[in-house]
């Protein structure tokens, strides 16, 4: 670790001022961070030149007296001339804090970049060293943190005093505030204005029933990709005690939860020894009912051939709690991909998300009606069986120069693209690349593009 030449910390200005020398665009800059605090912020400059009347200001347009500084706990000078020297001397003569703007070598203090949640604040610094950093991680932060989580921490602060009366155990009342500040049902009820009673609820269920109540997320991780996660499940990755997951979902999105949550991969790649769905199901339950957070953790979305049927059924028979987090199921990573709008006016009037593998003959004579009326098809789980289901959907009535284009490692850096036709499909003997593909039927597809796929046998829709 490296020594700070700054130290942080958070400084009591309740009650005092803050005064901001200067009138112009950066005197408004510090305004706008002043008044995010208690203090009576006050500007002086004989020019005012910015606007200032949507902020709770006080603007003194004149020049700067030393007296302007009683009960005042920061300075900020935003300008030059006379008034700012003067105000520079008066603050150093009180031994007040100075921030003179953009001179790093007069500052007193800098201001680092804030995420606010009021009363939670997280500052971030490179003490001046890279400011395009400082905001990229901003960035970050703030994606992370609910909008309302500063309603919860102000509820957490006023539940104190009772918490000690009702809980003495030290890891209990841990787990209490840790259900607390990241429960989403008490965030919602913060934002709706029910909070309080809400968070009393809660200490009272723990109160009685000792630990924490378990919790299953179904949680989709989309494609593959970590920056198609949504906010949510990365959220809910951090707070998991225990992240489940499946051999589709990259080990960078895994990487995603916290540092010392416990991982279990429970296999379902082919040929991987891997957990029955039965054993999925009780481990579950088992972790869930040791009063963990669980993060189960699915390739795409959760609802989409993810067993999630199953799982939700072993929850709620083991009256565990659950909730499911949509994520970019493969088929919407590989429209994205190809650019390909898989409903079109006059075109494609629906989308069939369905299985290619283990469906029989009646429902593909379903599909190929469907792909010959004009919806789109995408299935699933079909690569290995490409020819053979495309050739059953010709049988089945579907017409051989339908469109056809295929997609495998959608969402992905390393995707590979396909397309021709069913006919072509059918006939050929096509070397995919490794990885899950979606094999996508129907004519909205040759609307999509699919430059640089390479040809499903010689039959192609694309005209150049
Ligand atoms: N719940 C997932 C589907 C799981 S079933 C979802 O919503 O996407 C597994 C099948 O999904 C694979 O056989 C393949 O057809 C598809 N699949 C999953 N990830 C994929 C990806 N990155 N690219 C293409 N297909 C993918």
């Known amino acids: 670790m490296g020594q700070l030449n700054t130290f942080p910390l958070s400084y009591k200005i309740e009650g005092k001022r803050i005064v901001i020398v200067g009138g112009g665009e950066e005197a408004l800059n510090k305004a706008r961070l002043a008044i995010k605090t208690t203090a009576s912020v006050v500007i002086i400059s004989e020019d005012i030149e910015a606007d200032f009347s949507a902020l709770p200001v006080s603007v003194i347009a004149r020049p700067f007296v030393a007296s302007d500084l009683d009960g005042t706990a920061l300075v900020f000078v935003a300008g030059h001339g006379a008034d700012g020297v003067a105000a520079k001397a008066a603050a150093r003569a009180r031994g007040i804090p100075l921030n003179v703007v953009d001179v790093p070598e007069e500052c007193d203090f800098y201001t680092p970049s804030i995420v606010e949640r009021a009363p939670l604040t997280v500052a971030i610094s490179t003490e001046g060293d890279a400011p395009v950093l400082a905001r990229l991680v901003r960035a970050r932060i703030e994606a992370l943190l609910p909008p309302g989580l500063g309603k919860v921490a102000r ?3 006023s539940l104190r005093a009772k918490v000690e ?20 049902a ?5 934002n709706a204005g029910d909070g309080a009673q809400a968070a009393e609820a809660l200490l009272e269920a723990h109160a009685r029933n000792g630990a924490g109540a378990g919790m299953v997320w179904l949680i989709g991780a989309g ?28 080990d960078g999105v895994v ?26 199901n009780t481990l579950l339950v088992r972790l869930a009912g040791e009063g963990k957070k669980v993060a189960r953790l699915k390739s795409g979305d959760p609802m989409i051939f993810g067993r999630a049927g199953e799982e939700i059924a072993a929850l709620r028979k083991a009256g565990i709690g659950y909730a499911i987090v949509p994520g970019v199921s493969a ?7 190809t650019a390909t709008p898989v409903t079109l006016r006059k075109v494609s009037s629906g989308f069939v998300m369905a299985t290619a593998h283990g469906a029989d003959d009646g429902e593909l004579q379903h599909w190929a009606a469907l792909a010959a009326s004009g919806l789109t098809l995408a ?14 959907l010709i049988a089945h009535g579907a017409g051989a120069s339908l469109p056809v284009g295929i997609v495998v490692n959608a969402g992905r850096a390393d995707k590979a693209l396909y397309a021709g036709t069913l006919g072509g499909l059918a006939d050929g003997t096509v ?25 499903l046998a010689q039959a192609s829709f694309k005209v150049a």
């Open 223 to 250: 494609p593959g990709s970590e920056d198609l996660l949504t906010l949510r499940a990365q959220r809910l990755l951090q707070e998991a005690d225990v992240i489940v997951h499946d051999q589709l979902v990259p």
């Open 155 to 157: 509820l957490a602060g």
């Open 165 to 184: 009366k009702l809980i003495q155990d030290g890891p209990a009342k841990r787990r209490f505030y840790e259900d607390l500040v990241t429960s989403p």
């Open 331 to 337: 088929a919407l990573a590989a429209a994205a991909d």
């Open 431 to 455: 070397d995919f690349a490794p990885g899950p593909a979606i094999i996508f039927v129907g004519e909205a597809v040759a609307a999509g593009d699919w430059g640089e796929a390479a040809d």
């Open 379 to 392: 299935l699933y789980m079909g690569k290995s069986i490409a020819a053979e289901v495309a050739g059953r």
């Open 186 to 190: 008490i965030e919602a009820a913060a």
């Open 255 to 280: 990487e995603m939860g916290r540092r010392d949550a416990e991982r279990i991969c429970v296999g379902k790649a082919k040929g991987h020894h891997s957990f029955s769905q039965a054993q999925i």
